[in-house]
């Protein structure tokens, strides 16, 4: 690639909405260009590193035993009606209609499409497993796309799919790619963390996310600093000491005017946040549900979501506590009739508590669970905390931040069951296929490679995945004998096979080198007037060298050169 000719300019100055480094640098490099919130052109030096990418995730799927398919974008609607999933994925779904107006989905996933594929073609357990996967491009309406190609709404995606006649078949190729996975991520240059995970809008039990841990990433991880636990903050749990003690001093009610908030109890009262019970009221799909946990905790909404089945879920205003006659501020599970009740199994305290009277400026102190007031929905809705105790080992909890580039998830039968995805087994029974299920975002891994591998001067590519191994800079391009000897250079080393781009742009030394850091090239060959004349050398040198040491090395030693750039 001559950079002279080559499509997609760098810039000097950063983009002005560039929310993360990978966003900013990308932009600045000329890899990417948006043409609307979410939605990017892909220059060539940026296809060039996604094709890598999608290489690396094709041998090592193929490795794993799983075989490419090319599934549609286009899908009838009715696939995600019967499979329950339109509201599932409610706006984040694009939906249209066609010219006979039949309502179609542009893909989000497709696991509806290929249960239905397979429901066609597997009729015995000889014919299982199968495990498909593609490279698509998906299409989500996200609300808020974000950090260039970390959050977008069109991207490319690896997802596989598999079908196995039992649970220990599925157990194996789950493991099975789980392992190739993390030869994918290796052989990217990223050093990602697999956390136990919330299955969200696909389904399923078991499921496990890649994180790569990044200041800049949206998703909370829970790490143990002992042990090997890491789980996404939304299915994060962890160990909460329970508190027992001998005060029995019975139901009483004190007036508390004002105070209303759990940090004021504590301060009225004197006593430590866990001796006082927060009542949390929700109005789930239309229907208040009232939530109550320990004072010292917070409610996980996603645990929460999860217990009820919803996907509408959202805090109650005053005004509708008020008309179920609940009292702000003042809210009780004493004596209270006709709202249902779910709480955290930490109330469940042998202990007496601070709760509500619901009643205007009053509390009731010594309140007990199963003796002043009864909850029989106990489910863990705890939101971990910074220094909570490990749920393995009880070693200390810390909270990080970072950007989920893979997920994988064991499905169990729940599209076969939909889709009449069933076998004959050994016994000539029909059975509905177990199914997993195991996605890449593509673009996203560019994205998160950027985010982890850069400096100030801009991106530092691993070998693996960069656009070209090597980036020759002819300095003075004016001068007749730099350029021939940079052309020499250059056209030898294509022919030899290195993925190379020449600057042969009639830029300033300056402006070259600081393109060349930009763009992030492993190896930068330098060939000058002073070069030539120093031994008619190139001078080369490594992007990840932070004290710019270079060699020299005999323009025609082509050996050497190839060796160093390898
Ligand atoms: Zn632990």
Known sequence: MRLSQSFGKTLREDPADADTNSHRLLVKAGFINQLFAGVYSYLPLALKSLKKIENIIREEMDLAGAQEILLPTLQPEDIWQKSGRLDAFGDTLFRLKDRRDRDLVLGPTHEEVVSQLVTG?????????????????????????????????????????????????????????????????????????????????????????????????????????????????????????????????????????????????????????????????????????????????????????????????????????????????????????????????????????????????????????????????????????????????????KIERGIEVGHVFKLGTKFSDTFGATFLDSDGIEKSMIMGCYGIGVGRILGAIVESNHDEKGIVFPKTISPAQIIIVALNNDDITVRDAANQLYETLVERGIETILDDRDESPGVKFADADLIGIPVRATVSARSLRNGNTVEMKKRTDANNESINISLDDVKTIIETII
């Open 121 to 397: 073609h597997i009729r015995s357990y000889r014919d299982l497993p199968v495990n498909l996967y593609q490279i698509q491009t998906k299409l989500r309406d996200e609300a808020r796309p974000r950090a260039g190609l970390i959050r977008v709404r069109e991207f490319a995606m690896k997802d596989a799919y598999s079908f196995h006649a039992d649970q220990n078949d599925l157990d194996k190729t789950y493991d099975r790619m789980v392992r190739a996975y993390r030869s994918i991520f290796a052989r990217c240059g990223l050093n990602v963390r697999a956390v136990e995970a919330d299955s969200g809008a696909i389904g399923g039990k078991d499921s496990q996310e890649f994180i790569l841990l990044a200041d800049t990433g949206e998703d909370e991880i829970v790490l143990c600093d002992s042990c090997d636990y890491a789980a996404n903050m939304e299915k994060a749990e962890s160990n909460i000491d329970n508190i027992i003690d001998d005060s029995k001093d019975g139901l009483k009610e004190i007036e508390t005017p004002g105070v209303k908030t759990i940090d004021a109890l504590s301060k009225k009262f004197g006593v430590s946040k866990s001796k006082i019970l927060k009542s949390v009221a929700y109005i789930v799909e239309g229907t208040m549900v009232l939530v109550m946990i320990r004072g010292d905790l917070d409610v996980n909404e996603t645990k929460l979501s999860n217990y009820l089945g919803a996907q509408d879920l959202r805090i109650a205003s005053d005004v509708e506590l008020k008309e179920r006659g609940l009292v702000p501020g003042f809210m009780s599970p004493v004596g209270l009739d006709g709202v249902r009740i779910v709480a955290d199994p930490s109330i469940d305290a042998q202990t007496d508590l601070i709760v509500g009277a619901n009643k205007e400026d009053y509390h009731y102190t010594g309140a007990r669970h199963k003796v002043d007031f009864l909850i029989e929905e106990l489910v863990d809705l705890n939101r971990v905390q910074q220094g909570d105790k490990c749920i393995k080992c009880g070693g200390s909890l």
